[in-house]
Structure formats: C-alpha cells, structure tokens
C-alpha cells in the first residue's frame, strides 16, 4: 500500500509521514498493524468531536438513505444546509445572518474577498505578515511568503501587508481598503493572539473609512477557544466570518457568513457571483449541523478552556519556553527547530501524533478534538515530556 500510495497519489511534500490508516475512534487513530496512536492534532483542527462520533456518524448514514447530490448550490430547499444556515445565525451576531456554504477553507476565504470587492467596489486587500488563509491562488495571494508565492507568480494584485498587533500600520488601511483580512489568532505564525483589544481597533479603522473586516476563524473556530466562534473573546465583530475545518466533524467543508445585504451582492450584477456545485452538500451538511448542534448544547467549549490547563500544567520543561493560543488551540514552543523537529519525528513512534506549524518552526501543534478526556491529555503531555527528557540527556 505504501508503494502505490508514493506512485499513485501525488505528494504534498518529499517525505509525508505515510502511517497506513487501518481505522479511528473518538481520540486514537490506528494503523493497520493494530498500532493505537492518541491524536494531538485532530486532522489540523477538523475533527472537533473526535474520530467517528455517533452523533456525525448517525447523521451522516440518515441522510445517505435520503439522497445525496441533487443540484447545484442555491438552487433546491435541502434541510441539512437550511438548518445548519439557521442554527449558525442564531448563535452570531445579528449582522452576519446569511451564510454561503462551499467545499473548503480555501473557498470560503476566496468567496469572501469576492464579495469584498463586490460590495466595496474597492480592490485593494490588505492581510497581516505570516499569515495562512489557504493554497488557491487568492488566498495564497494574502501570504507574504515569498519562497510558497514566487512559483506562481502571478497572483491576485493590489494586497499589501502590516503586522499583526502592531497599531502604527493600521493608518494603512484607507478608503482605498476593500477588505482587511485576518486570523482571528494567527495559526501558521505561532499561534498569536490578538492584544489590547487589537481586532476591535482594526473593526473601528475599517468601520471608519468603508472597509470591510474579514475574520478567518478556520482554525479557532466550532468550540475549540471555549467560545463558538474566536473573535467572540475579543470585543469584535467581523463583516464577512469565514469558517471550515471543524464545522464538517470530520468532513470537507468552508463557509463565509455576512449580513442578507451584503451577500445578496452575489445575487445579481452579476448573476451567479458566486457558484460551487457540491457546496452545501446534503451529507456534509448534515454531518456539519450534528457537530454545530453537540458543540453548543454540550459544555466541550467550557471544557476546552480547563483541558488548556490541563495542558499547560502537564507540560513543563526546560525545552519548552512557552505555550500559545487558547482553548485547546496550542502551540509548545521549543528553543530551536532542531529539537521540535526531533520531538515530533519520534512521537508517532512513542503512540502519539504532533504535527509542525507553517511559518514557526520551533512551534509542536497540540490542537486535540474538543471530546478528548482528562486522562488522555496526561498521556499525551506525559509521552512528549518523556521525549523531551531523552532530547536534553543525547544534548548534553
């Protein structure tokens, strides 16, 4: 399987991790040499309820004996997208009411620079250094990493960049701004939060020269900050919210939210401004309401904030200087690249899965379903300090 996997499937990178995947289970994937492996990443934030939750599982079958795909987007009334549409504005904001569901976080983030610039007129964008929005070709356009950018050149124009809880380049953002767009907390750089009400200052400076406010809670979003939604933590309120990830509990998914006014633009002038044909797909909304519906009627967000210290009180170590993020979106920050590397290139061998971040190389992801127990995060926390114990005793 893992010469086929190498010759048949194309590669993201010249040497993948390449475990063969023989079945998964609330917080364990396993091998198909029956080898368990306690998941500290959760599919990179996706599986927010774990691995096969009944609930996903059970929404999921329900509707496949329904009907799966019958239209394009928009076109039919299917109840999976209608109700998980209705449950997402219930608990928003009331000026981001209407939501247009697609495939991906990457699409998501491209339907909202859309309709930025339709409902703007503006074209100017403007994103944050060392940020991660997706890999298409308007959303790598907001990186600012030149070594990912330079092989496929060109790309989207007039994007620009400041710096992410820095105040002095907010005067950047100008009548000319279409759209500011960023990550709630910055996942790929570290896992940073906003500070000083940071994102309130931004929503106040585009809010003053007619720029819209786009938040990519891709990441922090569905629970995983001990609020629904990231930006509810910090006394802001984005125009367009893009969301994925661990909306679908395991399955493919992105959606961009707005108000009705705002996404009617996509309506007409012109018509089909925006078109996808398997977004909203009956079987993936379904498992996506199911997630949304155990996440906000079960107390997992509250959990999440006592499993994130669990965590920090489980995790200290002369190799590790600080733990990022929120909730159970963290980052363990190593002295150098060399020993993350280290770290998490053993700990699949050691029963546990870690995985990198983007843009910082001494950051280890610790970002487990929202459903993982107690005892679980000990083990887990346990296994990576018996290997940062081995890391120090071979460096000294």
């Not at 990830?245 to 996509?266: H, R």
């Not at 210290?309 to 150098?336: C, N």
Request: aromatic letters at 6%; proline letters at 5%.
């Amino acid at each position: 399987m893992q010469n086929d996997f190498f010759k048949y499937q194309a590669q993201t990178s010249p040497y993948p991790l390449a475990m063969e995947v023989s079945h998964a289970k609330g917080s364990y994937i396993y091998d198909t040499q029956n080898n368990k492996y306690l998941d500290f990443v959760a599919g990179v934030s996706a599986c927010t309820l774990g691995h096969n939750h009944p609930k996903v599982i059970s929404a999921i079958k329900q509707q496949l004996d329904k009907y799966l795909h019958v239209m394009v987007y928009g076109e039919y009334v299917q109840k999976p997208a209608v109700e998980l549409t209705k449950l997402l504005a219930k608990h928003l904001p009331e000026n981001l009411e209407k939501t247009y569901l697609v495939n991906s976080g990457t699409e998501a983030i491209e339907g909202a620079i859309k309709l930025a610039r339709r409902a703007t007129g503006r074209s100017q964008i403007i994103a944050a250094h060392n940020a991660y929005h997706g890999n298409t070709m308007g959303s790598l356009s907001l990186m600012d990493f030149e070594e990912r950018k330079a092989p496929f050149r060109p790309l989207l124009p007039e994007v620009s960049h400041i710096t992410f809880n820095h105040e002095p380049h907010l005067k950047h953002i100008t009548n000319k701004t279409a759209c500011v767009i960023l990550e709630t907390i910055q996942g790929g750089a570290g896992f940073i939060e906003p500070k000083n009400n940071y994102l309130q200052k931004v929503q106040k400076r585009c809010h003053d020269v007619g720029a819209l406010l786009i938040l990519d809670e891709i990441q922090p979003g569905v629970g995983r900050t001990g609020k629904l939604f990231g930006f509810q933590n910090y006394n802001c309120n984005p125009d367009i919210l893009v969301t994925g990830k661990g909306l679908g509990g395991g399955m493919p998914i992105g959606a961009f939210t707005a108000s009705s006014q705002l996404m009617d633009c996509l309506q007409d002038n012109p018509k089909l401004g925006h078109i996808t044909t398997f977004g909203g797909h009956p079987v993936i909304a379904a498992a996506a309401l199911a997630t949304l519906q155990e996440v906000i009627s079960s107390d997992l967000m509250s959990q999440a904030l006592e499993k994130e210290q669990l965590i920090r009180q489980h995790l200290k170590h002369e190799l590790i200087t600080e733990i990022r993020g929120k909730g159970l979106m963290l980052a363990a920050i190593t002295p150098s690249a060399e020993i993350t590397n280290q770290l998490i290139l053993n700990t699949q061998d050691a029963g546990l899965i870690s995985f990198w971040l983007l843009f910082e190389p001494k950051a280890i992801r610790i970002t487990p379903p929202l459903t993982i127990s107690n005892q679980e995060i000990i083990d887990g926390c346990g296994i990576i300090i018996e290997l940062l114990n081995k890391i120090q005793s071979e460096n000294n």
